[in-house]
Structures are given as C-alpha cells and as structure tokens.
C-alpha cells in the first residue's frame, strides 16, 4: 500500500467565493508545489471546472476527483464526486434543473467564470451558485449514488451549511462515503464530543478559496494506486485500505 495525501475541497474561480486567482492550471501547479498527490474540485453547485482541472492534473502527475459541493433545500453542504464525464454530465443538468433563477450579482458575491486553458472566459455562469437548490438532502444523496458517485457531508463542524448545524443532528439512516470535518477542528476532539459519527469514515480538506490554502488541511489514503475505484474501497476500509484524518 502507498500513502497519498489529499485535498478533496477546492474551489475554483467558478465558485462566487473563489479569489480570482483560482484557475484550474494555478490550482494545479500549488498542489504540485505542495507536495498534494489528490485534490477535489468542488464548486458550489456546478461541475464545470472539474473535467479540465482532471485533465491538467493528469498531466501534471495530481489525480484530481471531479465533483461539486452541493447546497441541498435545507442549506445542508454536501461533497459528490464522480468517475468520468457521462455521469458528472447528468449531475450537472440535475444541478441546472433545480437551481434557483436568482442572478449573481458579480459586484457583491464575486464572477462564477469558465476558463480555458489559456485562462480566457468562455462561460459565465448567470445564476448564483450560492443558492440552495430545489432539492432535499435525501434525493441529491439518491442520485448521487444512483451516478455511481461519492457522497459527503461537508464540513459537519461548522455553525452554519453543515448537516449538524441545519439538521440539529446526524441522520442514522443516511447512506454517505465518508464525512468531512474543516480544517478548523481536530477530527479527534470532534469525536469525541459527538461519538454517533464515529462509525463514518472521516476525511479532512481545506475548503480551498485561494492558493494560499490548498492543502491547509489533508486526509491521507493508504491504497495500491491512485483512482477512483481505489478512493471508494479506501472509503469501504477494503483489504487494507485506509482513510486516515489528522
């Protein structure tokens, strides 16, 4: 087995709250400077950085999971990644249906641009990304998973757009890959103080906004090569696989 360190919460400009610097090329370059051998890109409510991110990693020697932080109806944040572009294709026209018809306001909450490899602009998303969608924490899980996907609730420590802080609890019932506490506590003192989320597989991630904060904080996953089926049965703790949060 070999030991890979893991970002799996980037954002690229396309999120409104991503620094303008945040292109998929200079993402690239800071986790190779880094030392960061997996990244996730995880725009809020679109997947349309991720494919071309993957692609600049792949040449860059960065595995990279394409996927999207999702904001369900009850302003819960969740991560989903995807294997390959079919499936983050149908995610993303599910996204799109069931995105609010709010324009961004590019002054007060930032551009959610599409770039090429030159870095010029070839989309700019109208409606802002912020939003909850039209869709409740159980039928994005359903269809996440119904892609085939990973599913995890993010940053479940956080006062605000966690599953803890909207639902008040963790649902027993609720099939996830893994949960995901912030850079901002220590998995094992968040533990401790809440024992029922010890039997999910637990990751730690920056929620990278600027370059400064790639790799912030990194989950190690200890399996035989880099790629997506070895990510899920690291996640399923699979003959001597492991998903290991410090």
């Known amino acids: 087995m070999i030991d890979y ?24 370059h800071e986790a190779c400077r880094k030392g960061i051998d997996i990244i996730g890109i995880s725009d809020h409510n679109s997947t349309r950085h991720a494919v071309m991110t993957a692609e600049i990693g792949r040449e860059n020697g960065i595995f990279v999971l394409p996927g999207v932080e999702i904001n369900t109806e009850e302003e819960v944040h ?7 572009s079919d499936q983050l294709d149908k995610f993303q026209a599910y996204l ?15 551009y959610q641009v599409v770039l090429d490899r030159k870095e010029r602009i070839i989309y700019e998303e109208g409606r802002l990304l912020f939003n909850a969608i039209k869709q409740p924490l159980e039928l994005v899980e ?46 094992g003192e968040y533990l401790d103080l809440h024992p029922e989320i010890k039997s999910h597989v637990v990751i730690t991630s920056s929620d990278a906004h600027y370059l400064a904060d790639i790799g912030a904080a990194c989950t190690t996953f200890r399996m035989k090569s880099r790629s997506f089926d070895e990510i899920r049965k690291a996640f399923m703790m699979l003959n001597g696989r492991e998903v290991i949060a410090v």
């Not at 360190?5 to 690239?28: F, K, N, W, Y």
């Not at 799109?96 to 930032?110: E, Q, R, S, T, W």
């Open 96 to 110: 799109d249906d069931h995105l609010p018809d709010i324009a961004n306001d590019p002054v007060k909450f930032g």
């Open 78 to 84: 969740c991560l989903a990644f995807f294997e390959n």
């Open 142 to 187: 359903q269809r996440v998973h119904a892609l085939g996907g990973l599913f995890i609730p993010a940053h479940i420590d956080r006062p605000k757009n966690s599953i803890m802080s909207q639902l008040g609890f963790f649902p027993r019932d609720l099939p996830v890959d893994a949960v995901e506490i912030s850079r901002r506590t220590k998995p």
């Open 5 to 28: 360190r893991a970002d799996l919460h980037i954002h690229t400009v396309l999120s409104p709250c991503g620094d303008l610097e945040m292109s998929p090329a200079a993402i690239i």
